[in-house]
């Protein structure tokens, strides 16, 4: 049965090779039996049997039902050779401290309240993977790692990627080192393993990474324990997840006679995303041809592995102007601003790392990437006219002139000349005014286009409200550091009032309306939530704690 499924697999460029949780026919009957609500609850189930006796009981059934089995079948299949417990233990996290320096530290009675119910929150999404799955990981999708970890929260019961950059964040603001430093860990673990840093924590993400952040969470883990031995001893591992990305999503772009080297999403799979399997499959239902689904497969994928799944910024018309279908997605045409700033902040603190550790010839080498990718940064995504930064079609060879708050990650990561900085940060404050952005009570929107996906108007997702308010603050302008402040302020009372009214943190905000969560996409508002409190724990720290402690811990990057 194995070696059947290998040969048709190999047609296609699959999401893993587990022949139950990424391909097969065990995979499409369940999932195209709508068996569940949600396609991601099947392929985060454990098996009851190993595998070649699971797939045996599932061709029996085929077999007894001359291959058209019915829905109350399938279920009665499913009930027998899966489970959905054992994967995961609850764990107090040993280094939790109730009132960390940061509360106590803050003056405003109700933001020190409300940080203090956000420190309370970690203890409730701590878990650590079961002895079960180490014994017998074949029978479990979730990829095993040593050290306990944050998860989001809601549907998403195991760790994430560019998820843990801010979790990480607020855990060394919460005065808990050990776990941050555990989390960290898992991660450079799950390079050594794979040579990249998957989507999150199951086999069925093998295919795709997620904004490659793991060189900005060591920086933060080291600015905040001046452990430069945990750099010196993982320096190999950021260099490999690095070359992923300078190897494996490298795209170049001529323009006015030159060639630029940039980044872009681009998964290595060809097929239905496992745990969006039959939401993919209707997505893509309606294009003319075999070859055109496969290519939407592979977009999908890599819209998931940008983060923003889904959002009309990956969506084209044939003109190449917006679409909002998401049938009409073509990710990897797109050159990413964001993707490219967090490249380009990783190589200028690789060449940080390197000094600090005495070699100058690596330092030299990521300084030169530095400045190609700044100088390729200013050239295919500025737009002067404009004054902002754009991503870029690689088809038409124009920029994408719409707004994204992705737009301005640039800011964020210092990726323009130091007599640019002051102009930048102002014109910055002159596109968000343009575009209403600032007159909005409840956060900073993806994007301006109420499309119903999750990564479109009205929805405000925390990212990129910190890397707005920081890179506007980073500017120096005037201007800039009072609309910084005033984004922040509301941005953090949207969360109080939020909290409040709902007793929860939500994983995204409505930007029209202060305190009231998101929605749209594939999946319900899911309240959790890891990055939440992990992003604005970044903003309270820097607008609401007593100014003695600046200079110690984390401040902005």
Not at 431 to 447: C, E, N, T
Not at 473 to 491: C, F, T
Not at 506 to 520: C, P, T
Request: glycine fraction near 6%; include cysteine; hydrophobic fraction near 35%.
């Amino acid at each position: 049965l194995l070696v059947m499924i290998k040969l048709c697999a190999a047609q296609h460029k699959q999401s893993c090779n587990n022949p139950i949780y990424c391909q097969g026919d065990v995979l499409h009957v369940v999932q195209t039996a709508k068996i569940f609500n949600d396609s991601k609850t099947f392929v985060d189930m454990a098996l009851v049997n190993p595998i070649n006796e699971t797939l045996a009981n599932f061709y029996a059934m085929m077999s007894e039902t001359d291959n058209n089995p019915s829905r109350e079948k399938i279920q009665e299949y499913v009930n027998k050779n899966f489970k959905s417990i054992g994967e995961l233990e609850e764990i107090f996290p040993r280094d939790f401290q109730a009132e960390p320096k940061i509360v106590k530290e803050i003056n405003d009675p109700v933001v020190r309240a409300f940080t203090k119910n956000l420190v309370s929150i970690w203890p409730t999404l701590t878990r650590k993977v079961s002895y079960r799955v180490f014994e017998e990981p074949d029978t479990h999708s979730l990829i095993p790692v040593q050290h306990p970890f944050v998860i989001p929260g809601g549907r998403f019961k195991e760790y994430y990627y560019w998820d843990s950059y801010w979790i990480i964040k607020g855990l060394l603001l919460s005065d808990m080192v050990e776990t941050a430093r555990g989390m960290v860990q898992n991660i450079i673990s799950i390079v050594e393993r794979y040579g990249f840093v998957p989507n999150g924590g199951r086999v069925y993400y093998l295919n795709r990474s997620q904004p490659p952040v793991l060189t900005l969470m060591v920086y933060d883990y080291m600015k905040y324990t001046k452990d430069y031995e945990f750099v010196r001893q993982n320096i190999g591992a950021l260099e490999k997840e690095l070359k992923f990305w300078l190897t494996k999503r490298i795209v170049e772009i001529r323009k006015n006679g030159k060639i630029y080297i940039l980044a872009h999403f681009d998964s290595s799979s060809d097929t239905p995303r496992p745990e969006s399997y039959f939401e993919d499959i209707e997505t893509c239902s309606n294009l003319p041809s075999d070859d055109e689904k496969y290519e939407c497969y592979t977009d999908l994928k890599s819209g998931a592995e940008s983060g923003w799944d889904f959002t009309s910024r990956w969506f084209f018309e044939k003109d190449g102007g917006l679409s909002d279908k998401i049938e009409n997605i073509q990710t990897r045409r797109n050159i990413p601003v964001d993707l490219n700033s967090f490249l380009y902040k990783s190589f200028t603190v690789m060449y940080k790392f390197f000094m600090i550790l005495g070699k100058p010839e690596q330092a030299k080498h990521y300084m030169d990437l530095s400045e190609s990718w700044k100088e390729a940064i200013e050239n295919v995504f500025w737009n002067e006219e404009d004054g902002t930064w754009y991503d870029y079609d690689i088809k038409t060879g124009q920029h994408r002139k719409f707004f994204f708050a992705s737009n301005l990650t640039p800011l964020w990561a210092g990726a323009y000349n130091e007599d640019q900085r002051v102009e930048r940060g102002k014109r910055s404050v002159d596109y968000l005014r343009k575009h209403g952005v600032l007159q909005l009570r409840g956060g900073i929107p993806a994007s301006m286009i109420p499309t119903g996906q999750q990564w479109d108007y009205p929805n405000a997702w925390t990212p990129f409200q910190n890397l707005i308010i920081i890179g506007l603050h980073k500017s120096g302008h005037p201007e800039a550091i009072e609309v910084a402040r005033d984004l922040a302020h509301k941005w953090i009372n949207s969360n109080i009032k939020g909290f409040h009214e709902n007793k929860a943190m939500f994983e995204k905000y409505n930007a029209q309306n202060s305190g009231q969560f998101g929605g749209g996409g594939e999946y319900h508002i899911q309240a959790g939530f890891g990055w939440s409190n992990g992003g604005i724990l970044e903003l309270i720290n820097f607008y609401h704690r007593a100014k003695i402690r600046k200079s110690k811990g984390l401040t902005m990057l």
